[in-house]
């Protein structure tokens, strides 16, 4: 089982690389925006190594991390921007969700499996 602690790193990991990402859309009016998109970017970075130290595989982490952030992104540029969802765009959400899940599923399989050899 992966450390409660990657998870709970994991949150914050994804919120500032959302964050910067943001930014850096109203970077392009708000030149100042590039303060923040330069420390999101490198604070998600830093989290994400961190998450790595606390055992918790690669693709797990980087999955759930990038795909947690294309659908927050794409749902905060709806609110902030105006940017719309489209029926499609909805669907590659759930779709993202869904993979993010096996990636995850087939982890906790293969560290159960491992576990029992």
Known sequence: MTNP????????AVLVEV?????LKGALEHPALYIVVVTGYLSGFVLLSAILRTGMALGVAYGIWGATGVALTAVGSLLI??????TLMGIGIIVIIAGVLCVELGAQTAHKKSATV
Request: charged share 10%; no cysteine.
């Open 5 to 12: 602690k990657a998870w709970l790193l994991l949150i914050p």
């Open 19 to 23: 964050t910067a990402s943001l930014a």
């Open 81 to 86: 921007f105006g940017e719309p969802i489209t």
